[in-house]
């Protein structure tokens, strides 16, 4: 039976980040990955932000498409809400060009990737974990599983589901795109309940148009597609569809007998965007650390548990708290928001200024501290919130 220090489930973005900084800790580090390939099938809408790429550790350049200076809010009431900052604050990635760069790093640092490696079940022997491949058997001192957002093998081993579960759909399309360097948001409950709708241009004639919702997003998707609101604008049939699920909520607990849970089995999500590249990298790094002093030093694992809730878990319980409003919130509510913060120019520089799609909590709280006075907006605040 192969021995390795670390074993890592699942060969995505989490996955790779922690193996690889578990191998450069000095364990002997694989990752099993159930598919033929890193990076498929993506299961992404490919919006990453600066923050997220400059966690990636990756210096080159090949998978960014298409860079985003700004977003146009538009609430239920269809009017157009621009924000535009003098500096690139996102990309439009091919994330199945990201996935294999990141591969290709870890496998630089040392890491080795077996793929078509599907774990079937677990078990302990003394202090080792044995991983059952189907035809092979492998035995690792510390399993990260990064299994993305089903994670069967991480709740058998006792890590709990996340607090809720999203749906989510895109496709890409021929599309007219009005500002290459704008993503437009939708918001409404017709439209995605419990989060919002999205086009993000790729080119100036092709788009990734999806949805996230509390759940049915390919039924919302289609009636999205269908309305007036852009079915105008798109000049063909899709060329690709993206399903998936989106944990949100963190369980409270993500260690287990021998084992961490990383990225999406984990739930460390924006529960804001519902994006989870930039958590799952910072959660990895500091779980291939965390997991390769374990089996080199004798460190507790548990210390996995308070160092990524303090790196951000404060950014996931506000982020948690303001999809709860949003939840709530009736078509009227949001188009009531979206007209204050229009009327303020104040709040439309500060958001401008402090925006960032991996760390909103900042510019969140300051948009509500500008609106405090604001006493119909606050009114309503309050009323969605308790
Ligand atoms: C529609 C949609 C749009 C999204 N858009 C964005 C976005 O724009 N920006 C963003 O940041 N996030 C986005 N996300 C979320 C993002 O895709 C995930 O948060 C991210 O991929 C999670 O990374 P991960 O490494 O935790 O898991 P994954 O990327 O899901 O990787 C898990 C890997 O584990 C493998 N695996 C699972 N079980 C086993 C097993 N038993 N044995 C071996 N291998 C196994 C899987 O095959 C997979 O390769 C979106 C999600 C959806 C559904």
């Known amino acids: 039976m192969d021995r390795y220090d670390v074993a890592v489930i699942g060969g995505g973005p989490a996955g790779l ?13 694989v990752v099993l990955e159930e598919h033929r390939a890193v990076g498929y099938p993506v299961q992404c809408a490919g919006l990453l932000g600066i923050r997220a790429l400059e966690a990636s550790e990756i210096r080159e350049e090949g998978f960014l498409l298409n860079p985003f200076r700004g977003a146009v809010f538009v609430p239920p009431d269809g009017s157009r809400l621009s924000f535009r900052s003098p ?7 091919d994330r199945r060009l990201f996935d294999r760069s990141m591969a290709v790093e870890a496998v630089r640092h040392g890491v080795e990737i077996m793929l078509g490696a599907h774990v079937r079940s677990l078990r302990r022997s ?23 957002v089903r994670a069967s093998i991480a709740r058998r081993s006792g890590i709990p589901p996340p607090k809720r579960l999203l749906s989510g759909a895109q496709v890409e399309v021929p599309f007219d795109v009005d ?44 009636r999205f597609l269908s309305s007036d609101r852009i079915n105008d604008r798109i000049r063909g049939s899709p060329v690709s569809l993206v399903v998936g ?82 939840r709530r919130m009736s078509d009227g509510d949001i188009d009531m928001m979206i007209r204050k913060i229009a ?16 760390r909103p909590s900042r510019v969140i709280l300051r948009v509500l501290t ?17």
């Not at 500096?87 to 990635?93: F, S």
């Not at 003394?126 to 993305?148: C, F, H, P, W, Y």
């Not at 303020?344 to 925006?355: F, M, Q």
């Open 343 to 358: 009327s303020r120019p104040e709040v439309i520089r500060a958001i401008e200024k402090h925006g960032d799609i991996d």
């Open 126 to 148: 003394g202090d080792l974990t044995v991983l059952e491949l189907g035809d092979k058997e492998i035995a690792a001192r510390a399993v990260i599983s990064a299994e993305g």
């Open 87 to 93: 500096d690139i604050r996102a990309w439009a990635v």
């Open 17 to 29: 980040m922690a193996a690889k900084h578990a191998s450069i800790c000095g364990a002997s580090t």
């Open 245 to 326: 699920g989106l944990p949100l909520g963190p369980p409270d607990r993500t260690v287990a007998d021998g084992m961490l849970a990383v990225g999406d089995a984990a739930a460390q999500v924006k529960p804001t965007s519902g994006g989870g590249v930039y958590p799952g990298l910072v959660c990895g790094r500091i779980a291939g650390r965390v997991a390769a002093e374990h089996v080199l030093n004798g460190g507790q694992l548990e210390r996995y548990e308070r160092e990524w809730r303090s790196a951000i878990g404060r950014e996931i319980s506000l982020g948690m708290k303001v999809n709860d409003t949003l």
């Open 179 to 222: 500002d290459i360097e704008s993503v437009e948001v939708h918001l409404g409950r017709d439209i995605a309940p419990g989060l919002f709708a999205w086009v993000i241009p790729i080119s100036r004639s092709s788009a990734r148009v999806g949805l996230c919702a509390t759940d049915g997003a390919c039924s919302h998707l289609r």
């Open 370 to 386: 500008m609106l405090a006075l604001d006493l119909s907006f606050i009114r309503t605040i309050l009323r969605v919130m308790f």
